[in-house]
């Protein structure tokens, strides 16, 4: 039996970050330094699983003996793809977009450990369904989140009962990272399990 290797997290994320602490395990944060790829000519789902694999390959390249844990998270509505919004104006078209609608929030992670040459990689959707709100509810939302680092220019996990009305689905996936589905992987192909409190 191999031993476990430790993990670090390859994200900039506080939601990853808080969701793996929360869950128990024992990890160290490397923020990847790569530009990801936005093109909307790609499917959806490998879109997210490219860059999820980017970044793990950035950040593998100085933590080989690392299981590399690393993710991308993107809305998608109807056909447009909604990354992180580039300004304000942009949080808010997005946020009126998805206004009063139903869409899906893809996450991929991608679990690299390079000395060994093993990879597991998974994508889950969730289905999210957005109250109709007025123009003067959506810009109070905004007043009271930072919408610059999140896909779709919202967070579940941020006064999201003001503008969501249900999630059918995996609710960590639509915060950063799907929990349940990377405590199983971790475990079944990598023997990593939370450190007991």
Same mark, same amino acid.
């Given at each position: 039996m191999?031993p476990?290797?430790?993990?670090? +997290?390859a994200? /900039?994320s506080?939601?990853?970050?808080?969701l793996l602490k929360e869950? !128990?395990?024992?990890?160290v944060?490397?923020?990847p330094?790569v530009?990801?790829?936005e093109?909307?000519a790609?499917?959806?789902?490998?879109?997210t699983a490219?860059n999820?694999?980017?970044?793990?390959?950035a950040?593998?390249t100085?933590? =080989?003996?690392?299981?590399?844990?690393a993710?991308?998270?993107?809305v +998608?509505?109807g056909?447009?793809?909604? /990354?992180?919004?580039?300004?304000?104006?942009?949080?808010?078209?997005m946020? !009126?977009?998805?206004n !009063?609608?139903a869409?899906?929030?893809f996450?991929?992670?991608t +679990?690299?450990?390079r000395?060994s040459g093993?990879?597991?990689s998974?994508?889950?959707?969730?289905?999210?369904?957005f109250?109709?709100?007025?123009r003067a509810?959506?810009e109070?939302?905004?007043?009271?989140?930072?919408?610059?680092?999140k896909? =779709?220019?919202?967070a579940?996990?941020?006064?999201g009962? +003001?503008?969501?009305?249900?999630?059918? =689905?995996s609710?960590?996936?639509?915060i /950063?990272?799907?929990?349940?589905?990377?405590?199983?992987a971790?475990?079944?192909?990598? =023997?990593?399990?939370?450190?007991?409190?």
């Open positions: 191999d476990v290797p430790p993990l670090v +997290l994200s /900039g506080p939601r990853r970050s808080d869950a !128990g395990y024992d990890f944060i490397v923020k330094l530009e990801e790829v093109d909307e790609i499917p959806i789902r490998e879109l490219l999820a694999r980017l970044k793990a390959d950040v593998a100085t933590h =080989g003996s690392s299981l590399i844990l993710a991308d998270t993107l +998608l509505l056909e447009m793809v909604f /990354g992180k919004p580039t300004d304000r104006e942009d949080a808010s078209r946020l !009126g977009e998805l !009063g609608r869409h899906q929030v996450t991929a992670v +679990l690299l450990h000395d093993r990879i597991h998974l994508s889950v959707a969730t289905d999210v369904y109250k109709q709100l007025t509810e959506m109070e939302y905004h007043r009271r989140i930072d919408p610059m680092d896909a =779709g220019a919202y579940a996990q941020d006064h009962t +003001l503008i969501i009305e249900r999630i059918s =689905g609710m960590s996936n639509v /950063g990272l799907p929990m349940d589905e990377v405590a199983d971790l475990h079944e192909h990598f =023997g990593i399990t939370p450190v007991p409190r």
